[in-house]
């Protein structure tokens, strides 16, 4: 760890999910190699606690990636980070195995994540919100090599000031909402599902609605479906009912490592390529298992003469007001494209998400970030955002980065490799700098 009465660290992560998970273990199990390969870090985390996608941990959702696609494995098959390690651990893993199923529940994984960032926690600060990123008062500040981060506290009172020689952000996807459609305590986000659903009275839902056409939606209108037998529950799909994600074997392929090297060395015709014919892995599209559950559900309405699980295709939300206790919402579609209104008492969009986007915490510091054509920040291969040459510190993004390294960036995939290969930069980085302050120092040159 970084001397604290001084506050100034090797690495500082800015939100502390999955990804940056990832990157403090890999920092930990370098360092574990010997006291010269310590590297001081610290991860600052604007939540009181740990939690990634709590609001979405339905009963009996699953991950839709192998459970070999963990914190660790893929960089380091031996790590004692990894799902097997935790299963161990936790005394389940002959049930596991005797379970025969490569994809764990939802709330068995997040109970892994906490497991391991249990393991790392001398390295987090939660109830820390960074304001700020920029570069230090100081006499020549364009020759610094360290960056100064502001960070609140849990009450938004300025709290603690970091240095830090490289700076790792992640800070998550931002939640999308129809257009013009304002959250409230009747409309919500899918992101924030389960917190609003059990302050509610159950009784009270007696029409509900889920707009969007992937995952999440799916998953939320069939446990609404499930848990409220006595509510009509209406899915507005903008397609044709729910389209199947491609997890077959080939498909897979662009998750691996290598795809990262094919998408970013590719040229503007093989990034297209990737996207036209690969968004079908990830992107408005549902496991087909969940479907299946879905339309058996309808049909079983149809036998039974009843109709509660209503889908409403080719239809998009155009307006939310409220009106009394209800939510009244504008809808648009069908065939002649007409709009109708309908009563709700509570919508639910999972309408996704907005790519990171860190250009207000970096503030000043954003004009020396260089830019490519379409105004998306270059970065490097190793994940490092391309900077002018008077700035020498590292700023790396995990997360927003789908237009340089593919489809990976904002997902689990492929998060053990990308965490190993930032610790790889800044090790070489250090190293570099290292040498050519030796260098300097033996002619007499300014080594600050």
């Known amino acids: 760890m970084g001397n604290r009465e001084h506050e100034i660290y090797d690495v500082v992560g800015v939100g502390f999910g999955p990804s940056n998970l990832s990157l403090a273990i890999a920092l930990e199990e370098y360092g574990a190699s010997g006291p010269e390969h310590e590297i001081s870090a610290l991860f600052l985390e604007r939540q009181p606690s740990f939690g990634w996608h709590r609001n979405m941990l339905l009963p009996t959702t699953t991950m839709q990636i192998s459970f070999l696609k963990d914190l660790v494995t893929f960089r380091n098959p031996t790590s004692s980070f990894s799902f097997i390690a935790y299963l161990h651990a936790s005394g389940r893993l002959a049930q596991f195995v005797n379970n025969q199923d490569f994809f764990p529940t939802r709330q068995e994984f997040h109970q892994y994540l906490e497991w391991a960032q249990a393991r790392v926690a001398d390295r987090i600060a939660y109830g820390s919100d960074v304001t700020s990123i920029r570069l230090?008062?100081?006499?020549?500040p364009e020759l610094s090599n360290r960056l100064r981060l502001e960070v609140a506290d849990a009450d938004g009172r300025p709290g603690r000031v970091v240095e830090a020689r490289n700076v790792v952000i992640s800070t998550g996807l931002v939640p999308s909402?129809?257009?013009?459609?304002?959250?409230?305590?009747?409309?919500?986000?899918?992101?924030?599902?389960?917190?609003?659903?059990?302050?509610?009275?159950?009784?009270?839902l007696r029409r509900v609605a889920v707009a969007g056409a992937g995952q999440s939606a799916a998953e939320i209108t069939r446990f609404l479906y499930d848990e409220l037998p006595h509510a009509e529950v209406y899915s507005v799909i903008p397609s044709y009912g729910y389209s199947v994600a491609d997890d077959?074997?080939?498909?897979?392929?662009?998750?691996?490592?290598?795809?990262?090297?094919?998408y970013y060395f590719g040229t503007d015709q093989t990034r297209d390529a990737f996207w036209r014919y690969h968004r079908n892995t990830n992107y408005s599209v549902v496991d087909d298992d969940v479907i299946r559950d879905l339309y058996r559900r309808s049909y079983d309405d149809d036998v039974r003469g009843v109709r509660r699980l209503r889908f409403l295709n080719l239809t998009r939300i155009t307006g939310v007001k409220r009106v009394g206790a209800e939510t009244r919402v504008s809808l648009q579609g069908g065939p002649d494209a007409e709009v109708r209104e309908l009563d709700f008492d509570a919508l639910i969009c999972a309408t996704?998400?907005?790519?990171?986007e860190p250009t207000g915490l970096l503030g000043d510091l954003d004009r020396l970030c260089l830019r490519d054509e379409a105004g998306r920040y270059r970065v490097e291969r190793d994940y490092r955002i391309v900077t002018a040459p008077e700035t020498r510190c590292g700023i790396y993004l995990q997360g927003g980065t789908e237009h340089t390294h593919g489809l990976t960036s904002s997902l689990l995939s492929n998060i053990a490799v990308r965490s190993g290969e930032i610790v790889d930069s800044i090790v070489a980085r250090r190293t570099e700098h290292g040498a050519r302050h030796s260098v300097l120092a033996e002619v007499g040159g300014d080594s600050r």
Do not use: C
Not at 192 to 203: A, Q, S
Not at 352 to 356: D, L
């Open 248 to 262: 077959t074997p080939f498909a897979n392929q662009i998750f691996d490592l290598g795809a990262v090297d094919d």
């Open 177 to 204: 909402m129809p257009e013009g459609t304002e959250r409230d305590e009747r409309v919500w986000h899918s992101s924030e599902f389960l917190e609003k659903y059990r302050r509610m009275n159950p009784g009270e």
């Open 352 to 356: 996704g998400y907005e790519a990171m």
């Open 136 to 140: 230090p008062r100081a006499p020549v």
